[in-house]
C-alpha cells in the first residue's frame, strides 16, 4: 500500500507540472499581443504624421497668400507705369498701397521660410517614427510564428496534464486532499516538499532527526517545522 505523502508528493508534482503549463500559456498569449513599446511607436507616428499634415496645410494657405499678394503687386506696378494715371494724389496712394503689399508679402515669405523649415523637422519626425513602426513590426510578426507553435504545443500538452491531476487525486483520500488544498495555496503551489539528505528542500531548513525518519518510513503526515510544508523521503 502506498504511504499517504507519496500519494499527496505525486498529486504535488502533476499539479505543479499543470500549473508551468497554464502559467506558460498565458505568457505565450500576452506575448502574442502588440507590444506597448510598438503602440507607443505608433502613436508617435500618427502624431507626427497629424503634425506634417497640419504644417503642409498651413504652408498651402500662405503659398496662396503669397501668390495672392504677387498679384495685387503686379496689378499695382503695371497701374503705376502704364502712364495712364497722371493725377499725382492717385500716383501717391498707388505706391502707398505697393508699399504696403510688398511688406506684406516680405512678412508671408519669412512666415512661409518658416513653415518650411518646421516641416522639414516634422518630416524628419515622422520619417524616423515611420522606421521604428517597421522596425518593431517586423520584430513583432518575426516571433508569432514561434508563438503559435509553442501555444499549439502547449495546448495539446494540457489535456494530459489534467488527466495525470485528475487521477492523482482520484488515488488520494479525501481527508488528505482536504489537508494538501489547505497547505497548496499558501505556500505558492508546493504543498509536499522533499528531503534533500536531511534539509527541506523547499526552504532549505534541517529537520530533526525524529522527522526525518518519519517522513522516509512512516505513514503519519509531517511537516517542516520552518516552513510548514508536508516533507517526504524514500
Known sequence: ????????????EADLAL???K????????????????????????????E???????QAEVEQAQAEAEAKIKQIEARLYDGKTTNSRELDNSQRD?????????????????????????TSRLNAAQADVARLTEQWTNRQAGLRAEYAKLKTRLPAEQARVAAAREAAPAALLRTYDHLRPRHGGRAVAELDGDTCSACRVQAPPSKLEEAR??????????CGRLLWGE
Open 217 to 226: 518510513f512512516g505513514e503519519e503526515l509531517v511537516y517542516c517545522g520552518n
Open 19 to 21: 500549473d508551468a503549463t
Open 52 to 58: 506634417v499634415a497640419k504644417l503642409r496645410g498651413e
Open 98 to 122: 505697393l508699399a504696403q503689399h510688398r511688406n506684406q508679402k516680405a512678412g508671408i515669405e519669412d512666415r512661409l521660410l518658416e513653415l518650411m523649415v518646421a516641416l522639414e523637422g516634422a
Open 23 to 50: 502559467s506558460r500559456l498565458a505568457e505565450v498569449v500576452e506575448a502574442a499581443r502588440k507590444p506597448a513599446e510598438l503602440a507607443r511607436a505608433e502613436e508617435a507616428a500618427a502624431a507626427a504624421e497629424a
Open 1 to 12: 500500500m502506498t504511504r499517504p505523502i507519496l500519494l499527496l508528493a505525486r498529486l504535488n
